[in-house]
């Protein structure tokens, strides 16, 4: 019998604590989502302000409701309905929360008619046992008439994504839908394969922390009536890097094919975009209290603008103190008819900058340099592109035939001289089948090609001497020579057209 005693002790004090352990985590799991939503509500870096409608805890599981609401917009909000188990499963962790969003009566009955009445979004998270979490989030797919207009269908492919935040702050996070499209009679848009990655390390504040974001879509289209896009392998990337008392941000922007075309006109192309820019040396406390300036000026009134005319201009005579720098490390494209590319780099030097006042001081405190590159049969394209219009107005008022071969000949003829005129000034260097460009601002002066703007235009915007006209032609068809070169190289969008020639 003290045998069994010994034995019935332990047993006894085991399933004591195996029954009060849902309890403990309920607790605990309370005091802990009640602490994450202050956390939030507090943060001013945070557009949303998370409060508890209700926690009903039990013993086993657990259910509340949360609102989401917008702090520059309070009238615009979400609810979510979280049910929480707190059995601990070996394989699944201590405790499990499933949060499943709660839609207005207008925003349901649509999302009913769609989804079948599943949720449209069903968020599964598990908390494990050395404290990580780890959320999958889910969007079932359909395929239904379109809502109010039963002869269009909407394809929706779903959704499936993870985040997992270890006990090191470290956030892993991807998703993916396979496609959306809409299908009319005379309309078709959709989207292929879209993915986003993310990986970032939140320690501290939102300026210290550091990871990339990288989302791509694999096609993008419009076909209409009269209208068409397509875009394939378009891909967008955001990164961060600290480097002690400064911050270095990233933004690259990519599209590798690109197509419009409208009814009657011939198609336009392009391949291999892209924008890679970077700012560097950014303040990391004046990001911070910028962000933390711009959360609490979104709880105020929105007619308070000048808070945002003086948060900006704070935050630039900070930031012009770290001596920030600009890369542009890429901007460029390729069509049919050539490639265009430029890189420029821009740098303020902000030592001792007591304050910010636009004078002479501070402009001889910026150094930039950049240079452009453009394929001479593209430049030559785009300025026949531009002169057209001038040409034929030019022919209409001079009463000659506007036939496509004297526009397209005229054109030619301005096109040439305006590249000549660019490259005898040294605006445009000509560089084998390319023209460039460099770019510096240096001391205050602004140099192109190594030599002061204000000359180079002041060159090409000194008045020719008057050329005199040949005599007029009998013939119709050979009128669009007497039309003036000059005086179409010197008119500009709006400008009155010539006069009409007397007879």
């Given at each position: 019998?003290?045998?069994?005693?010994?034995?019935?002790?332990?047993?006894?004090?085991?399933?004591?604590?195996?029954?009060?352990?849902?309890?403990?985590?309920?607790?605990?799991?309370?005091?802990?989502?009640?602490?994450?939503?202050?956390?939030?509500?507090?943060?001013?870096?945070?557009?949303?302000?998370?409060?508890?409608?209700?926690?009903?805890?039990?013993?086993?599981?657990?259910?509340?409701?949360?609102?989401?609401?917008?702090?520059?917009?309070?009238?615009?909000?979400?609810?979510?309905?979280?049910?929480?188990?707190?059995?601990?499963?070996?394989?699944?962790?201590?405790?499990?929360?499933?949060?499943?969003?709660?839609?207005?009566?207008?925003?349901?009955?649509?999302?009913?008619?769609?989804?079948?009445?599943?949720?449209?979004?069903?968020?599964?998270?598990?908390?494990?046992?050395?404290?990580?979490?780890?959320?999958?989030?889910?969007?079932?797919?359909?395929?239904?008439?379109?809502?109010?207009?039963?002869?269009?269908?909407?394809?929706?492919?779903?959704?499936?994504?993870?985040?997992?935040?270890?006990?090191?702050?470290?956030?892993?996070?991807?998703?993916?839908?396979?496609?959306?499209?809409?299908?009319?009679?005379?309309?078709?848009?959709?989207?292929?394969?879209?993915?986003?990655?993310?990986?970032?390390?939140?320690?501290?504040?939102?300026?210290?922390?550091?990871?990339?974001?990288?989302?791509?879509?694999?096609?993008?289209?419009?076909?209409?009536?009269?209208?068409?896009?397509?875009?394939?392998?378009?891909?967008?990337?955001?990164?961060?890097?600290?480097?002690?008392?400064?911050?270095?941000?990233?933004?690259?922007?990519?599209?590798?094919?690109?197509?419009?075309?409208?009814?009657?006109?011939?198609?336009?192309?392009?391949?291999?975009?892209?924008?890679?820019?970077?700012?560097?040396?950014?303040?990391?406390?004046?990001?911070?209290?910028?962000?933390?300036?711009?959360?609490?000026?979104?709880?105020?009134?929105?007619?308070?603008?000048?808070?945002?005319?003086q948060t900006v201009i704070d935050l630039?005579?900070?930031?012009?103190?770290?001596?920030?720098?600009?890369?542009?490390?890429?901007?460029?494209?390729?069509?049919?008819?050539?490639?265009?590319?430029?890189?420029?780099?821009?740098?303020?030097?902000?030592?001792?900058?007591?304050?910010?006042?636009?004078?002479?001081?501070?402009?001889?405190?910026?150094?930039?340099?950049?240079?452009?590159?453009?394929?001479?049969?593209?430049?030559?394209?785009?300025?026949?592109?531009?002169?057209?219009?001038?040409?034929?107005?030019?022919?209409?008022?001079?009463?000659?035939?506007?036939?496509?071969?004297?526009?397209?000949?005229?054109?030619?003829?301005?096109?040439?001289?305006?590249?000549?005129?660019?490259?005898?000034?040294?605006?445009?260097?000509?560089?084998?089948?390319?023209?460039t460009l460099e770019a510096e601002v240096?001391?205050?002066?602004?140099?192109?090609?190594?030599?002061?703007?204000?000359?180079?235009?002041?060159?090409?915007?000194?008045?020719?001497?008057?050329?005199?006209?040949?005599?007029?032609?009998?013939?119709?068809?050979?009128?669009?020579?007497?039309?003036?070169?000059?005086?179409?190289?010197?008119?500009?969008?709006?400008?009155p057209p010539p006069a009409r020639a007397?007879?």
């Amino acid at each position: 019998m003290k045998k069994l005693a010994l034995v019935a002790v332990p047993a006894g004090i085991l399933a004591a604590a195996a029954c009060a352990l849902p309890w403990y985590l309920g607790m605990q799991t309370e005091q802990a989502m009640r602490a994450e939503v202050n956390r939030l509500a507090s943060s001013a870096q945070s557009p949303l302000n998370v409060t508890f409608m209700r926690y009903d805890r039990g013993w086993l599981s657990s259910t509340a409701v949360s609102r989401l609401t917008l702090k520059a917009e309070p009238t615009i909000y979400l609810e979510v309905r979280h049910e929480i188990s707190q059995l601990p499963w070996p394989r699944t962790g201590w405790v499990r929360v499933r949060s499943v969003p709660q839609w207005n009566k207008e925003v349901k009955a649509v999302l009913d008619h769609y989804f079948a009445g599943r949720p449209a979004l069903t968020v599964d998270t598990v908390v494990d046992f050395d404290g990580s979490r780890k959320t999958t989030f889910s969007s079932p797919a359909f395929n239904q008439p379109l809502h109010d207009a039963p002869g269009t269908s909407l394809s929706w492919g779903g959704m499936e994504g993870t985040i997992s935040v270890g006990t090191d702050k470290r956030l892993v996070a991807s998703a993916a839908a396979p496609h959306l499209t809409l299908q009319g009679s005379d309309t078709q848009a959709g989207l292929k394969t879209l993915k986003f990655d993310a990986s970032w390390e939140m320690g501290g504040t939102a300026a210290d922390w550091q990871g990339e974001t990288r989302v791509a879509l694999a096609e993008l289209r419009f076909s209409g009536p009269r209208d068409q896009v397509a875009m394939k392998d378009l891909s967008g990337a955001a990164y961060q890097r600290s480097k002690g008392d400064s911050v270095l941000l990233g933004y690259a922007l990519r599209v590798g094919a690109g197509s419009s075309a409208k009814a009657g006109e011939a198609e336009n192309s392009f391949s291999n975009a892209v924008l890679d820019l970077e700012f560097d040396q950014i303040n990391k406390k004046a990001l911070a209290k910028y962000l933390d300036d711009a959360g609490a000026g979104e709880r105020r009134a929105a007619a308070q603008s000048s808070f945002a005319a003086q948060t900006v201009i704070d935050l630039a005579a900070e930031l012009l103190r770290g001596s920030p720098v600009i890369r542009l490390k890429k901007l460029g494209v390729e069509t049919p008819s050539g490639a265009v590319s430029a890189q420029a780099t821009v740098s303020f030097d902000g030592s001792n900058l007591a304050e910010i006042h636009f004078s002479p001081e501070l402009l001889n405190r910026l150094q930039a340099k950049g240079n452009v590159e453009i394929a001479a049969s593209l430049l030559r394209s785009q300025l026949q592109r531009t002169v057209r219009p001038q040409v034929e107005v030019a022919l209409a008022q001079q009463g000659a035939q506007s036939t496509e071969e004297n526009i397209k000949a005229l054109s030619e003829k301005f096109t040439d001289a305006q590249l000549r005129s660019l490259t005898d000034t040294g605006i445009l260097r000509s560089s084998g089948t390319n023209f460039t460009l460099e770019a510096e601002v240096a001391s205050g002066q602004f140099l192109l090609n190594g030599q002061p703007a204000d000359q180079l235009f002041a060159t090409v915007l000194t008045p020719a001497s008057p050329v005199l006209q040949p005599a007029r032609p009998q013939r119709p068809e050979q009128r669009a020579d007497l039309i003036p070169l000059r005086q179409l190289a010197l008119a500009q969008p709006g400008t009155p057209p010539p006069a009409r020639a007397t007879r």
